[in-house]
């Protein structure tokens, strides 16, 4: 059988796995990939994959870098299913409908702005429509952690808690080929352990093969207890203040950690009588969606519900529906807090509260995520003295503070301990989901520690399994 890589390869997005067996093939993932300069180029469908003869489709969790091309399936006929965890199913439902609204909008916007005749520009084009989105997510089937299910002539899968964000999951397939079986464990996202409300990753017992994500393959994270002092500080110090507190989120994860943490604090410390703006559609939907998942809570979430308190929400949390609500924020003082998308302050409700808020050194922004190269969450960090929002040149006077503990993905040590948990050890390794350093770094690492020698692929490679 044969495994090419249609993404994650030598970088973090655009996760895509074909699997083809003499019987079956299968896609795992079918992710966006977002931020490099040939993006665009990457994500045009690889004619490689054959809708109409495509058997399955197994998604391991919500995240756009994951699921974000899955609609192009359905927009190019495929009707097989698409075997996700319920909650993914519904996350997934939540953030596609998004990105369709998105790249709507980015086209139309690049369609006013074209020179007139075009001048050769490419004005991009929208991947796919929000029917296309309805279309494949029809197509789902939702398979629960640990039951496992045959999804094509000789493939059956099985989920296990990968601990990354709500319904985030590590596949194991087990594939039967010429009398012989192999187990194929796609790692998925792996999150750190300790993460809230959800349950720390359970590796598969065993597998033959691993294919194992490096995102943070090169180091160890700072511990959340410290990042979680520094929260502590920074909004007791807002209480006594007038100023604002903007704190840029991804819609699934980052926010609904926020929410659990800040509410954790809100329920004993000063911060308690400072109100809290939630102002992100997609992370009220997601935060609903969170809500929905009581059976996924991890024994400290649990624990939390017994005692008559709602992880997720607490007093001073306020929820801003509409883009009026939202404005309104601009005209209310402080002291408060505004958690909103998007993550990297590349578009979302961020960014009319940075252009109002960055003049003014009263108000403080919290880096809570990666930032990429090139955002503006970036310049932030990098402590520009000026910024661009809304083609405005914005002075920065805020305080920037980079709280760097609420990672989403497993440190290198953890990394290893996931490998190390497959006994017996697999006897080939893959090495995905990285940038090359990281991936170098950990590939090093299984070889002195574990003895695997791991294969890292580019994109486009095929690999013999
Ligand atoms: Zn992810």
Known sequence: ??????????????????????????????????????????????????????????????????????????????????????????????????????????????????????????????????????????????????????????????????????????????????????????????????????????????????????????????????????????LDGCAAQTGKVLIPAFAIGRTQDLIYEIGRMCRTGACRRVPIYLDSPMGIEATQAYRASVSLFDAEAREMLDQGHNPLHFPMLRITRTAEESRRLNDTPGPLVVIAGSGMCTGGRILHHLRHNLPSPTTQVLIVGYQGEGTLGRRLVDHAPEVRIHGQTVPVRARIHTLGGFSAHAGQSQLIDWARALNPSPTRAILTHGEPKARDALHARLKREIGLDAARPVLGETIEL
Do not use: K, W
């Open 1 to 234: 059988m044969r495994l090419t890589f249609f993404g994650a390869a030598g970088e973090v997005t655009g996760s895509t796995y074909l699997l083809e067996t003499d019987r079956a093939r299968i896609l795992v993932d079918f992710g966006l990939h977002q931020g490099e300069p040939e993006a665009d180029e990457h994500n045009e469908f690889p004619d490689a994959i054959d809708p109409a003869r495509l058997d399955a489709v197994v998604l391991t969790h919500a995240h756009l870098d994951h699921c974000g091309r899955l609609p192009m399936l359905a927009q190019r006929g495929y009707r097989g299913v698409v075997h996700a965890t319920p909650a993914t199913i519904r996350l997934a439902d939540i953030i596609l409908q998004d990105a369709a609204a998105l790249q709507a909008a980015d086209a139309e916007r690049a369609q006013r702005h074209a020179p007139p005749g075009g001048g050769g520009a490419r004005v991009p084009r929208p991947l796919y429509s929000p029917e296309d989105v309805r279309s494949v997510i029809r197509l789902f089937r939702g398979l629960d952690y640990g039951h496992e299910a045959a999804i094509a002539p000789g493939i059956a899968v099985r989920f296990f808690d990968a601990g990354h964000i709500l319904g985030s999951a590590s596949a194991l397939l087990t594939v039967r080929e010429h009398g012989t079986t192999t187990t194929i464990a796609f790692s998925g996202d792996i999150g750190p352990r300790g993460i809230p409300i959800i349950r720390d990753p359970a590796p598969p017992p065993t597998a033959d093969v691993m294919i194992l994500e490096s995102t943070y393959g090169d180091r160890d994270h700072r511990s959340r207890e410290a990042t979680l002092e520094e929260l502590h500080a920074i």
